[in-house]
């Protein structure tokens, strides 16, 4: 069975200030692990994956994540942001068995880009 | 760049009625999901579909639901007999072969009455 964590529930920050969104997780196998945003009223859109490889990914919009093993976390990092990232930020993870790949999400985290 | 497409994007149903929520995967896609969200809850795996069967499924998942690939484009999800706690939004999602992510439908908000 996996989990995942994601221990902020919102996260103000003012605009141009950096921001990380944190995220754990926990698996008995290998995993591959995702971070989604959701716009308002909008589907889950695809920011970054990691699936092997460097440890640091980067994605769209100026976002990066880094995965770390031994802490089993995926916190994602931007370092300046902008009154457009404001939505709310999903991590996944899915472990690609043979019966599929379906993916588990943590909770969410709120970013709210303040002016 | 290829959407998953839903429709509608939402369904007002009365509690007891069938509703049937409709998807469009990416074409050379093999894989489908559906999730579900549940207003200000995280985001929940309901059913996997490969090759014309279901490869997986969460408890969530019960005998009121179904899922269906009637033709060569579409992806359905049906609940039975809607309850009042079926109130969500219902997302779609689709992959290719091998270790893909998953693209994602813009959703279904779904109230039940």
């Known amino acids: 069975a996996q989990s995942v964590t994601q221990l902020d529930s919102q996260v103000p920050v003012f605009e141009e200030a950096p921001v990380e969104l944190r995220c754990n997780y926990s698996s008995s196998v290998s995993v591959y692990l995702f971070w989604y945003v959701q716009y308002p009223n909008q589907g889950l859109q695809l920011l970054l994956k990691?699936?092997?490889?460097?440890?640091l990914v980067k994605g769209i919009n100026g976002f990066e994540a880094e995965f770390n093993k031994s802490q089993t976390s995926f916190h994602l990092r931007k370092p300046s942001v902008h009154i457009s990232d404001t939505a709310e930020y999903f991590c996944?993870?899915?472990?690609?068995?043979?019966?599929?790949?379906?993916?588990?999400f943590g909770g969410g985290t709120r970013l709210m880009v303040k002016p | 760049e290829p959407e998953v497409t839903q429709t509608p994007s939402h369904q007002v149903t009365q509690m007891g009625q069938e509703v049937i929520l409709r998807c469009v995967p990416i074409s050379n896609h093999l894989y489908f999901y559906w999730y579900r969200q549940i207003l200000g809850q995280k985001v929940e795996f309901l059913v996997s579909f490969y090759n014309n069967e279901i490869s997986e499924k969460s408890e969530i998942f019960d005998d009121q639901f179904s899922v269906e690939r009637p033709d060569g484009s579409n992806f359905t999800l049906k609940i039975r007999s809607t309850k009042l706690e079926d109130s969500a939004m219902y997302f779609c999602a689709s992959t290719g072969q091998g270790i893909q992510p998953q693209h994602f439908g813009d959703g279904t908000r779904l109230s039940i009455l």
């Open positions: 996944a993870v899915t472990s690609y068995n043979n019966a599929g790949n379906m993916l588990t």
């Open positions: 990691y699936l092997s490889g460097s440890t």
